[in-house]
């Protein structure tokens, strides 16, 4: 197996507390030795990599994407897509079931994980919550998750019905699985392609009030409630609107297991980036209103937000060079979600390095109860990444390693440059050598951790 | 909330709206708000220019110049108007609409523009059941693309026909228009102006040349919000204190077919909103009564004050072709004379 020491860079890992200048040697895909400047003793053959003024940090963890395979992998596969994933400086990937078919069976879930896929990061498949993603019979969750899934979603087709979603949350929470949902009220959003006011006025399009996100939540957060015993977990996905964030605020106060995420569009951008119609500024959740992007901001600085997670939604160049409301959802999101948080959370507003790393890390990794992922302390997998936090740079779609280049961040300036990414030992990434691929082994299942 | 929270918030300075690169081309009328008020007042006098030319002269002026006329909806008015229109500058003009079997199945507006371009149209004239279509075909063609309607969102053309018709009744012989030419005139727009292009388009045109809005219609047809489209907005849900205030009526149609499970009382809509001819003589008894059509005789009007002496439905069609000899001249000659803006 083997050995890789990365030296002279600072180390940064928020869940271990550590800041400061320290030398790391990665073994057997597990981090084997944390050492103070100089002190490793490097054993025959390691590989070395110098991060002399660069920081190194957890590989980063995405709880939310969406890599289209199987049966879409004319927008994505998971190869190019977890190949964006590893030059984004991501890890770790979880991924949504509306594939085709839907993810709602052992074989697809363990499908997804097989060494064939030639995956550059650790996939981790979110299965879906009912049959087909109908909202109506539950899955054998014992049975996924013991085929490696993390959760469970109907994400895009949210569980409208109570006495389902009721079902949904005591059966996972049963077997341990989160349920994640992507919450909106269909009934409410017919036909609209975007936020509804002003601008979809403006426009002429049907928009999507924010009630209909944050009424599910409420909903929601009332079904945990009745199940307060049974020690049920709701991730909210996607968070976007103020009343949702507001909501999810006062159901932790309550002591109840909420958690939620908020993508980077949804901390930076407002409706009125749909401009002219430009469909790469078109998901779901819409861009909503300025009011509603300040409270992400605010809900990440003070704490609310639990994770950063793209919802990266790749799609084929011709399907969204369409009339905006014939346009799929989605954007692009794993080669700019670090560049983006760094440029804006840290930088613009202040928020400290280890804090921003941390929700594209560590707080994601725990919420999901991925063992390993997203420290460096000893004895967790090997999974680093290493980045000039200096370093301005502009992204170019054209450049993606995604097969999709559906992203209305094309031409931002990105501060933060990914130097090398290191998902269980292996280099999966190394800007100097970009077109180079490297894939990594089948899941390290029943290695238990040290 | 605690204080800060409020001095975060006051801090923040989120990434700025880049700058819409809408119109590629200097010939594109896609909306209103394209023009400028000063090419709002050439395009007038060009239409009055072209007007009174001599046929035979003005035939010559696009002569052999080929344009597209895509068409995804069925609209005889707007489409004969603008036919008409380039016919008499002396245009080449090819009718493509989806009633007929030039437009493939499943083909998508981006190839249906491409291939109008390489069959050697020149400019496209489109209308389209999508909001924004226009923009899209614009933006993958670079033609100049004239906006004759798209979905719920702007009719361009209507709203300078429905400008030069409201000058010509309440600032007769005002060449040219500024900032202030319409100030102190009150236009209402009446019905379902949710569903309106052309409720769109007058909106954002008619205050900036210094005409106030108002928005007349239930809550179904009007959202609250539609008074923040632009400046010079203002709702009025009392129709006949919104006639009372008018130079100028215009009145639209229900758009029936895009209600969407919107249910609608029909004879509670008459009761609030029909303009009948005794509302127009107790409360408006010389301002003008316009309609874009179709008219449905009977819902929104009635045949009397159709056909009556305020009424300038007709006029509105007349300079319906006016104006689209302007617009459609300036889609051909704007790219000749801008060079590449
Ligand atoms: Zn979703």
């Known amino acids: ?450 | 909330m605690n204080p800060a929270a409020t001095s975060v918030r006051r801090q923040l300075n989120p990434p700025p709206v880049p700058a819409s690169p809408f119109p590629y081309n200097p010939g594109s009328l896609l909306s209103v708000m394209d023009l400028s008020v000063e090419s709002v007042s050439r395009l007038l006098a060009r239409t009055t220019a072209l007007e009174n030319e001599d046929p035979l002269v003005r035939d010559r002026i696009l002569a052999k110049r080929r344009i597209a006329l895509l068409f995804y909806e069925s609209s005889t008015r707007t489409r004969t108007s603008f036919e008409l229109a380039a016919k008499s500058l002396g245009a080449d003009t090819t009718l493509v609409s989806s009633l007929s079997s030039s437009i493939e199945k499943g083909e998508s507006l981006k190839d249906t523009g491409l291939t109008l371009r390489a069959l050697g149209a020149e400019a496209i004239i489109l209308r389209h059941s999508s909001s924004g279509a226009a923009w899209l075909l614009e933006a993958e063609t670079r033609l100049p693309v004239i906006n004759a309607g798209d979905g719920m969102h702007e009719h361009p053309t209507q709203a300078l026909l429905d400008l030069r018709t409201i000058l010509a009744h309440l600032r007769p012989g005002t060449a040219p228009v500024n900032a202030e030419t319409l100030a102190g005139v009150t236009v209402s727009i009446v019905g379902d102006i949710l569903h309106s292009r052309v409720a769109r388009s007058n909106m954002l045109l008619l205050p900036r040349l210094g005409a106030r809005v108002l928005l007349c219609g239930p809550k179904e047809l009007l959202p609250e919000l539609a008074a923040q489209a632009g400046p010079g907005i203002a709702i009025e849900r009392d129709f006949e204190a919104a006639v009372r205030q008018s130079q100028a009526i215009m009145m639209l149609r229900i758009q029936a077919e895009r209600l969407a499970g919107l249910q609608l009382d029909l004879e509670e809509y008459k009761t609030s909103y029909q303009l009948t001819g005794q509302r127009l003589a107790a409360l408006a008894p010389t301002a003008i009564v316009m309609h874009p059509g179709p008219i449905i005789r009977g819902l929104e009007i009635t045949a009397g004050v159709a056909d009556g002496v305020q009424s300038t439905i007709l006029e509105q069609i007349t300079n319906g072709v006016a104006i689209r000899m302007a617009v459609v001249e300036r889609a051909l000659l704007a790219a000749r004379q801008g060079g590449r803006a």
């Not at chain 1, 969750?141 to 899934?149: I, P, R």
């Not at chain 1, 799609?315 to 794993?334: Q, R």
């Not at chain 1, 998902?423 to 894939?439: D, F, K, L, M, T």
Request: include cysteine; aromatic fraction near 4%.
């Open chain 1, 1 to 450: 197996m083997t050995v890789l020491a990365i030296r002279g860079g600072h180390l940064i890992d928020p869940s271990a507390g550590v800041d400061a200048p320290r030398d790391i040697l990665l073994k057997d895909g597990r981090v084997a030795e944390i050492a103070s400047p100089g002190k490793l003793k490097l054993p025959e053959g390691a590989e070395v990599l110098d991060a002399t003024g660069l920081m190194v940090a957890p590989g980063l963890v995405d709880i939310h994407v969406h890599l289209r395979e199987p049966g879409q992998g004319y927008k994505e596969t998971i190869a190019t897509g977890t190949a964006a994933a590893a030059a984004g400086g991501f890890t770790s990937v979880a991924a949504m079931p509306n594939t085709t078919p839907v993810n709602d069976t052992p074989e697809i879930t363990r499908w997804m994980q097989s060494p064939e896929r030639h995956a550059s990061a650790r996939v981790f498949p979110i299965a879906a919550a009912t049959r087909a993603s109908k909202g109506e019979v539950l899955n054998d969750y014992a049975a996924l998750k013991s085929a490696g899934a993390v959760a469970v979603t109907d994400d895009g087709h949210p569980i409208l019905k109570d006495s389902v979603m009721r079902e949904v949350l005591a059966a996972a929470a049963r077997v341990g699985l989160s349920v994640i949902q992507h919450a909106e009220d269909t009934r409410m959003t017919q036909g609209a392609s975007m936020n509804l006011g002003p601008v979809s006025f403006r426009l002429g399009l049907r928009g999507m009030p924010p009630e209909a996100e944050s009424n599910l939540v409420e909903r929601d957060i009332r079904l945990i409630t009745e199940l307060r015993e049974s020690r049920a977990h709701l991730h909210v996905a996607h968070t976007s609107t103020a009343a949702a964030l507001a909501a999810v605020r006062q159901a932790r106060r309550s002591g109840l297991r909420v958690t939620c995420e908020v993508a980077p569009h949804h901390f930076l951008l407002t409706e009125e980036h749909v401009g002219l119609y430009n469909t790469n500024a078109k998901m779901n959740p819409p861009l909503r209103s300025a009011a509603d992007r300040d409270a992400m901001i605010e809900g990440i600085l003070d704490g609310v937000v639990d994770a950063i997670a793209t919802d990266h939604a790749p799609h084929a160049t011709h399907e969204k060079e369409v009339e905006f409301e014939h346009a799929p959802n989605g954007i692009t999101g794993l080669e700019t979600a670090l560049g983006l948080s760094l440029r804006w959370l840290h930088r613009e507003w202040k928020m400290p390095l280890g804090r921003v790393l941390s929700l594209l890390s560590a707080q994601p990794a725990a919420l999901l109860n991925l063992k390993g992922r997203g420290t460096l302390a000893v004895g967790s997998f090997a999974d680093v990444v290493v980045f000039d936090p200096k370093a301005e740079w502009t992204y170019r779609a054209t450049e993606s390693k995604s097969k999709a280049k559906n992203t209305p961040f094309d031409g931002w300036t990105m501060l933060g440059k990914v130097r090398w990414t290191v998902s269980e030992g292996r280099v999966v990434y190394n800007a100097a050598q970009s077109e180079e691929r490297v894939w990594i082994d089948a899941p390290p299942v029943g290695r238990e951790l040290i």
